[in-house]
Structures are given as structure tokens and as C-alpha cells.
T-cell receptor, first 115, second 115 residues
Framework: AQKVTQAQTEISVVEKEDVTLDCVYETRDTTYYLFWYKQPPSGELVFLIRRNSFDEQNEISGRYSWNFQKSTSSFNFTITASQVVDSAVYFCALSERNRDDKIIFGKGTRLHILP | DTAVSQTPKYLVTQMGNDKSIKCEQN?????MYWYKQDSKKFLKIMFS???????INETVPNRFSPKSPDKAHLNLHINSLELGDSAVYFC??????????????FGEGSRLTVL
């Protein structure tokens, strides 16, 4: 069965600090896909990134970076030099191949960036 | 021009009533979803439809009945509302293959409060 665990319920950091959001997943499939979404205070959910199980390359996009490690079933998200606008709830999500596009979300981590 | 629009955005009603939430997407997507987000921000998939056909039906009480008159619309009808139904309901749409791309396009959510 697929499962996504985000153990950090809430994190607060001061602006300009780096912060890492943890995500651990469980799946029996060898082919699966991982995603991160952002939900700012306005409420809409925004897709950030995807990673498939065959691609363990880390990715950097501006101040955002993602570290995918199959050995530990983790897909962590780091924000460098955080800004107040990064304050949001961040969701890690998982889908398995041939599962009718069913995307399972973790419970989210609420990130507060303090000025 | 809103890509995925839900109405109403807010709904306050008494226990035992029946209510509907409507969703429309103008992205030309084939697949639409309903997700429920509870007060702790936990986001759980309820249903998905592909071109008017029910694909995903999670263990949702049968008081919840989705209806898709065409592939651009997916409505959610809830009978005999209970206190535990209070949540934000998100509609989303995607091309087929969102389980691979992760590219779900979400509406702004409909906040349902049952008194």
C-alpha cells in the first residue's frame, strides 16, 4: 500500500535561514512518482516538482532543491535563504504506476517564515 | 479566466441537509477529482472521473455522490450532512497521466461548515 509520511507538522524559521522539509514514502511498486505541492495562505494548491523512481538525481530550482534517496525512501525538500513568501503548507505526494492516476498526499508540513 | 472553478466557495448548513458543490474546468482535461481537506489540512482523495466515467472511488460514505454530466464538469452531492463532513473540498483536473506528471490543477476549494 502507498503511504506518505511528513513527520514535521509545523516548522518556524527566521527569514534567510535554510529549512528542510522531510518526506518518507512507502510503496511496493518499483515504478512510482513523487511530487511536492505548495498551499499558500490563500488556499490554492500549486504543483512544484515531480520525480520518478528511476531518476535519483537531485534537482535545484532557484532557492528550492530536492533530495531523492531510494535507499531511505525519502524525498526531502530544502528551501535556501527562506523568505516570508515561502510561508505555506507543503505537501509531499506519491503515485504508483497503473493506479488510475491516484495521487496520495502526506499530511503536510506548515512552514512559517518569520521576518 | 479561472481554469478550475468551484461554487460555492463557502457553504454553511445544518446537519441533515443535502447540499451540492459544483466544479467546472476549462482546460480541456479528461480527468477530474474531488479531494477533501480536513481541519488538520489532511488532503484525501475521494473520487476521480475520466471522461464521465468513475475511476477512483475511495472509501467514502455513500451519502457522497459525484456526478459528471460531461468531462468539463464534476459535481459533488452530499446527503444527510454530518458534523464530520465539515472540511474544504477541492476539485482538481488533469490530463490522463497525472499519476506520472503530478500536474493536478486545483480549484480554490469550497469550505463546507455543518452546524
Amino acid at each position: 500500500a502507498q503511504k506518505v509520511t511528513q513527520a514535521q507538522t509545523e516548522i518556524s524559521v527566521v527569514e534567510k535561514e535554510d529549512v528542510t522539509l522531510d518526506c518518507v514514502y512507502e510503496t511496493r511498486d518499483t515504478t512510482y512518482y513523487l511530487f511536492w505541492y505548495k498551499q499558500p495562505p490563500s488556499g490554492e494548491l500549486v504543483f512544484l516538482i515531480r520525480r520518478n523512481s528511476f531518476d535519483e538525481q537531485n534537482e535545484i530550482s532557484g532557492r528550492y532543491s530536492w533530495n531523492f534517496q531510494k535507499s531511505t525512501s525519502s524525498f526531502n525538500f530544502t528551501i535556501t535563504a527562506s523568505q516570508v513568501v515561502d510561508s505555506a503548507v507543503y505537501f509531499c505526494a506519491l503515485s504508483e504506476r497503473n493506479r488510475d492516476d491516484k495521487i496520495i498526499f502526506g499530511k503536510g508540513t506548515r512552514l512559517h517564515i518569520l521576518p | 479566466d479561472t481554469a478550475v472553478s468551484q461554487t460555492p466557495k463557502y457553504l454553511v448548513t445544518q446537519m441533515g441537509n443535502d447540499k451540492s458543490i459544483k466544479c467546472e474546468q476549462n482546460l480541456g482535461h479528461d480527468t477530474m477529482y474531488w479531494y477533501k481537506q480536513d481541519s488538520k489540512k489532511f488532503l484525501k482523495i475521494m473520487f476521480s472521473y475520466n471522461n464521465k466515467e468513475l475511476i477512483i472511488n475511495e472509501t467514502v460514505p455513500n451519502r457522497f455522490s459525484p456526478k459528471s454530466p460531461d468531462k468539463a464538469h464534476l459535481n459533488l452531492h452530499i446527503n444527510s450532512l454530518e458534523l464530520g463532513d465539515s472540511a474544504v473540498y477541492f476539485c482538481a483536473s488533469s490530463q490522463v497521466g497525472a499519476g506520472i506528471t503530478g500536474e493536478l490543477f486545483f480549484g480554490e476549494g469550497s469550505r463546507l461548515t455543518v452546524l
